[in-house]
């Protein structure tokens, strides 16, 4: 029933969240802004040929003039969007990384924890071991079974015969084709 008055816990906003965002939003203006140029672009290229027909060239080489430095615009505001996704990419990475290391800190303090302990444990152990007397035997006990005689002579002479033994073959060189 309390955790209906309780009231829940904030999730704080980091420095990196802030940038995140902030970039995020000037990124959209940008897609905006370049969206409403390109609607721009095709009103006065529209113009520009009615212009032409009425003619009236000074007036539609200005639109023209107008329409390649609108263009240019774009080409830097292109530059910008990208580095401007260059830069978001490398603040959540740089998030995911402090993660990641901060895991690992974790872990690591953890295992060199658990290691010293069982260290110092393994080591009272075998100080124990050597105070009480009790001796490790270095070597297995010898076994009990008789183990087979070991022949006296060389085989005879007409067992060797009796194995085929393998003739060496004469190697030809063969010219190829």
Same mark, same amino acid.
């Given at each position: 029933?309390?955790?209906?008055?309780?009231?829940? !816990?904030?999730?704080?906003?980091?420095?990196?969240?802030?940038?995140?965002?902030?970039?995020?939003?000037?990124?959209?203006?940008?897609?905006?802004?370049?969206?409403?140029?390109?609607?721009?672009?095709?009103?006065?290229?529209?113009? =520009?040929? !009615?212009?032409?027909? =009425?003619?009236? /060239?000074?007036?539609?080489?200005?639109?023209?003039?107008? /329409?390649?430095?609108?263009?240019?615009?774009?080409?830097?505001?292109?530059?910008?969007?990208?580095?401007?996704?260059?830069?978001?990419?490398?603040?959540?990475?740089?998030?995911?990384?402090?993660?990641?290391?901060?895991?690992?800190?974790?872990?690591?303090? =953890?295992?060199?924890?658990?290691?010293?302990?069982?260290?110092?444990?393994?080591?009272?152990?075998?100080?124990?071991?050597?105070?009480?007397?009790?001796?490790?035997?270095?070597?297995?006990?010898?076994?009990?079974?008789?183990?087979?005689?070991?022949?006296?002579?060389?085989?005879?002479?007409?067992? =060797? /015969?009796?194995?085929?033994? !393998?003739?060496?073959? /004469?190697?030809?060189?063969?010219?190829?084709?």
């Amino acid at each position: 029933m309390g955790h209906l008055f309780s009231k829940k !816990k904030r999730s704080s906003v980091t420095e990196q969240d802030r940038a995140v965002l902030q970039l995020k939003t000037t990124r959209d203006k940008i897609r905006q802004y370049q969206k409403r140029s390109e609607a721009l672009l095709e009103k006065d290229r529209e113009l =520009a040929k !009615k212009l032409l027909l =009425a003619h009236k /060239k000074e007036r539609a080489k200005l639109l023209l003039r107008k /329409k390649r430095f609108i263009e240019d615009q774009l080409q830097r505001t292109d530059g910008q969007l990208e580095n401007i996704e260059r830069m978001i990419q490398d603040l959540e990475f740089a998030q995911i990384e402090i993660k990641e290391i901060s895991a690992l800190l974790c872990g690591f303090a =953890a295992a060199t924890g658990l290691t010293e302990d069982e260290l110092d444990a393994e080591l009272d152990a075998l100080l124990q071991q050597d105070s009480s007397g009790d001796k490790i035997p270095e070597l297995p006990s010898v076994p009990e079974e008789q183990l087979p005689d070991v022949p006296q002579e060389e085989p005879s002479a007409a067992a =060797a /015969k009796s194995r085929p033994q !393998k003739s060496p073959q /004469k190697r030809t060189a063969v010219e190829a084709s």
